[in-house]
Every structure is written in C-alpha cells, then in structure tokens.
C-alpha cells in the first residue's frame, strides 16, 4: 500500500455506469425503446443512497474504502478523507473481510460495492430513515488483475469502459453473502427476459406491482417511497435500470407517446 498508485487503483475499482431500461429522449423522457435481455434475468431493489465500495488487496489483508467518485480510507487508520459516512457504515464490513479468510483468486484485487444508505446520505434519506439510521447493501462484486495498476491512466480508462473488469455472477454474489453475512439489496423477481414488460407504461406498472415500497427501510420513520429497480442478467452480460421518477415524469407529460432524440444515461 505504501508504493501503491492510488489514481490507477481508482480508476481500475471505479463502478461503470448502467444504462436505463428504456433509452432517455430529450429532456429525461423515456422512448419506447428496451434494453434487450435475454435468459434468466435477476430484479434487486435499486437503493438511493451513496454508492461505496471496500477494495481488497490480493494478500486479503489490507483494503481501501471509498466512493464511486474517490478514495476515502485505508485499513490501519490512514485515511485521505474521513468526511464521508460511507466509511462509518463500511469500515467494521472491512475489518471483518480482512481479517479472516477471504475468498481470493491469484493476484487480483477484490472490490465490493454497496448502497450505504440512510441518515445523513443523499436526498432521499429521509424515505430510509426517520432517525440517525444508517445502512448497508452488497449489489455487486468485480475481480481485477493487480498487474493492470501498472499501466498508465488513459490505459486503465479505456480498458474499464471496454468492460475489463471481471463481475462475479448471481451465484457468487449469494455464496458470498451467506459466507459472509453481508446483506444483498432485495431480490424482488427472477423472470426471464422476454417476459419484461417492452412499453414504458407497462414497465411503470410492473415496478408499481413488484416493489410499491422500499424494502429496506432502516426505523419506523422512514418514508418508504422507493427509488426503482435494477435488472441483470443472472451471468450479468447486460444490466440496466427503471427508476421511478424517469416513468413517472414520462407519463405525467406525454402518457401516450414518448419522442426525441436519444442519449445514454449514467449511473444515479
């Protein structure tokens, strides 16, 4: 960790973005277009909160925890920016993965991400918790070659936005939470592919019908609306998301025809 390049190793953790379920036209209206999937495809909660995430080293004893934008903390109390409530949240998690047996492959680094959630997180907090609440979900786990923090920056970018980065399965993710004990964001369904809903209303109905309110709410306080829903495919080879608010602002100002340009979205 001393002679580490943090930037590299930044840049070689750092979450992609998602797509939306259907493409965005002009002005953040959805288009009657669908992401295609096919096979078995897994729905999980979307939680609004603070995407975090725990990097562990391939000795699996050291780790860096972060954002998806920076680097907050490293193990032993160096920290680069203890401001942050994701290392509140997720630095007992670390410990505990690092001080045990942890489930390595060669020499990769292993890097968690999870929604920290709750008090003090993001302007929807307040829909998690009435209280100084403060939460955590896994939804995603990526294995990296350690050799790749040698290569330049503009290297690394190209090579992550290429999708570089190796993305554990659904089977992994669970094997991984029960060994563990670390919380998954809610599975709501697991249907297959051409049984999504393809029309922008009928989408917004399906999320209505399958998660009409958080599933992880952290008190009795807590508001309860929800953000949406994630949909990967169970080997993960396409991943995309349905908020509520794009469906919602779509219908309310053009409910039966949805027009304009499209443009990709980005992860929020």
């Given at each position: ?122 302007a929807a907090q307040k829909q998690y918790a009435g ?44 094997n991984l939470t029960a060994t563990e004990g670390i ?50 495919s169970s080997d993960r080879t396409t991943i995309a ?28």
């Amino acid at each position: 960790m001393t002679t580490l390049n943090l930037a590299a190793l930044h840049s070689a953790t750092k979450y992609p973005s998602i797509l939306t379920y259907h493409a965005l036209g002009d002005r953040g209206a959805l288009l009657e277009e669908a992401t295609p999937f096919h096979g078995e495809v897994v729905a999980t909660e979307k939680i609004d909160g603070a995407n975090g995430r725990i990097i562990v080293m391939p000795d699996g004893q050291d780790y860096v925890i972060g954002s998806r934008e920076e680097l907050f903390h490293a193990k032993g109390d160096r920290v680069f920016n203890p401001a942050s409530r994701i290392v509140e949240a997720l630095k007992p998690l670390a410990d505990h993965l690092t001080a045990g047996p942890f489930p390595l492959t060669g020499n990769r680094i292993t890097t968690l991400y999870l929604e920290v959630y709750g008090s003090q997180v993001g302007a929807a907090q307040k829909q998690y918790a009435g209280e100084d609440s403060i939460g955590y979900r896994l939804f995603d786990v990526s294995s990296v070659d350690a050799d790749v923090l040698g290569w330049g920056q503009e290297r690394i970018a190209a090579w992550r936005d290429r999708g570089g980065q190796d993305w554990w399965d659904e089977g992994a993710l669970q094997n991984l939470t029960a060994t563990e004990g670390i919380p998954l964001t809610p599975r709501l369904a697991v249907v297959q592919g051409d049984e999504l809903p393809t029309s922008v209303e009928a989408m917004h109905q399906w999320l209505t019908a399958i998660l009409p309110s958080t599933l992880v709410p952290l008190d009795q306080g807590a508001g309860g609306k929800p953000e949406g829903v994630v949909l990967r495919s169970s080997d993960r080879t396409t991943i995309a998301k349905a908020r509520f608010v794009n469906y919602e602002k779509t219908l309310r100002h053009n409910p039966r025809q949805v027009q304009g340009g499209k443009k990709p979205a980005t992860t929020g």
